[in-house]
């Protein structure tokens, strides 16, 4: 079954930390977007502002265009992933072996133009792949499902990898998604935005598990 990851996107040090206070009460497993504005059109918390929680595994989705430039920020904070777009130009190979040695996993993600095997190469030293599905460096945006097509594609590249999906999701397509064979499913606006943060996520869960056919 596919794990449900609530996703923080935001330039407010305040929201960040009201984000991840009440995340942390009914989940393990945090995305964080960090964005400088030299990929995507927002800047939002900086590297350095960003920290963990107890008990919290935290993903980092770092849109930059130069993601070496952040490798001190990362290694200090130490997240469980870092991910990094496919196609910047870039030493990603050496900022991976990097990662690497300090524990980190590492992670490329897909923009919608991109085809998988054009970056066979960097999705071969990853340990996830991320289908990028929505807007750079915002929540709330349609899905396109298309998307999922690229699934099979990057699991053929490499079987063993984790594929996360991002952009999106929510409690209407959370199922189709499941069903896709995507491992990790981030979830912004609709949880962030929700009332109830926490019952909709358990409402989430349960889309997921429900049996019956698709419609």
Wanted: glycine share 6%; hydrophobic share 45%; with cysteine.
């Amino acid at each position: 079954m596919p794990v449900i990851v609530p996703t923080i996107t935001t330039d407010n040090l305040e929201v960040y930390n009201a984000n991840l206070a009440e995340f942390s009460k009914f989940c393990k497993r945090v995305h964080v977007d960090v964005s400088d504005g030299s990929l995507a059109p927002t800047n939002l918390l900086p590297l350095s502002s960003v920290h963990g929680q107890e008990g919290i595994t935290l993903d980092v989705h770092l849109m930059s265009a130069r993601p070496s430039e952040h490798l001190a920020d990362i290694l200090k904070l130490k997240p469980s992933l870092c991910i990094v777009h496919s196609e910047v130009d870039d030493d990603v190979q050496t900022f991976f072996n990097q990662l690497k040695s300090a524990g980190i996993k590492t992670g490329v993600a897909l923009l919608k133009t991109t085809f998988p095997k054009r970056v066979q190469e960097r999705i071969a030293m990853s340990d996830h792949v991320l289908i990028f599905a929505g807007q750079l460096g915002s929540q709330g945006g349609a899905i396109d499902m298309m998307q999922v097509e690229k699934v099979p594609l990057v699991r053929a590249l490499k079987p063993d990898l984790e594929i996360g999906w991002d952009g999106g999701a929510n409690l209407s397509n959370i199922r189709a998604l499941a069903h896709a064979g995507i491992d990790v499913i981030n979830v912004g606006s609709a949880i962030t935005r929700a009332t109830d943060k926490a019952a909709m996520y358990q409402s989430m869960l349960a889309e997921i598990e429900r049996k019956g056919v698709l419609i």
